[in-house]
């Protein structure tokens, strides 16, 4: 898996989007970009994905540049709630499942009142 | 629709001991991955299986091991304990012929090795 650089900490105020950066410079044509999050000692969450087409869904929207070296995780209107670990990760997309998914070390967000 | 499962929730065991993790994936999925995430660290991958066989295997040494069951439920076994195996287990599941890499994490068993 390409390997991917996010900031360790971001602060966001409660009901402001949150923005959260990703690092890919070195991912392959045929690798993905996913997000999960991991609320305090609960099991990780899928958020998003995409290949190079901007993505929303019902939790998040996943803009990724032109060429594909960076991405930015968005949550519209941030709660308390989304306070958590958001890691990104890049993979192949083998169309045969997923192998195992390297987690980095992620950005805590955390959402101020 | 009943989320992936994970048994038990939390387990104390002895340096030495063995200790064995449960996991259910989600009605139709196939392919059952496992995690480890000690204190402090990321989550490192540790073994995914597929119908009924290992698939890939992380970095770690043999005394983790585990297996899946014709009903596609798996369980993770470490012999040996060691202090340092004191950690959260997750177990994901996912569609075996899935085209978007998503997988579903149960809440995790927490071991603790004394």
């Known amino acids: 898996d390409a390997k991917t650089t996010q900031p360790p900490s971001m602060d966001c105020a409660e009901g402001r989007a949150a923005n959260l950066p990703c690092n890919h410079s070195t991912i392959s044509g045929n690798e993905y970009v996913y997000w999960y999050r991991q609320i305090h000692s609960q099991g990780p969450q899928y958020i998003i994905h995409?290949?190079?087409n901007n993505e929303t869904n019902e939790m998040a929207s996943l803009i990724i540049t032109e060429d594909r070296k960076s991405s930015t995780l968005i949550l519209p209107h941030a709660t308390l709630r989304d306070t958590a670990v958001y890691y990104c990760?890049?993979?192949?997309?083998?169309?045969?499942?997923?192998?195992?998914?390297?987690f980095g070390k992620g950005t805590h967000l955390i959402i101020q009142p | 629709e009943a989320g992936v499962t994970q048994s038990p929730t939390h387990l104390i065991k002895t340096r030495g001991q063995q200790a064995t993790l449960r996991c259910s994936p989600i009605?139709?999925?196939?392919?059952v991955y496992w995690y480890q995430q000690a204190l402090g660290l990321g989550l490192q991958f540790l073994l995914w299986?597929?119908?009924?066989?290992?698939?890939n295997r992380g970095n770690f040494p043999p005394r983790f091991s585990g297996r899946q069951f014709p009903n596609y439920s798996s369980e993770l076994n470490v012999n040996a304990l060691e202090l340092e195996d004191s950690a959260l287990y997750l177990c994901a599941s996912s569609k075996r012929v899935s085209g978007s890499g998503e997988l579903f994490f149960g809440e995790g068993s927490r071991l603790t090795v004394l």
């Open positions: 990760i890049v993979r192949p997309n083998s169309g045969g499942g997923a192998d195992g998914l390297t």
């Open positions: 299986y597929d119908e009924g066989e290992e698939r």
């Open positions: 009605s139709g999925h196939t392919s």
């Open positions: 995409g290949l190079k």
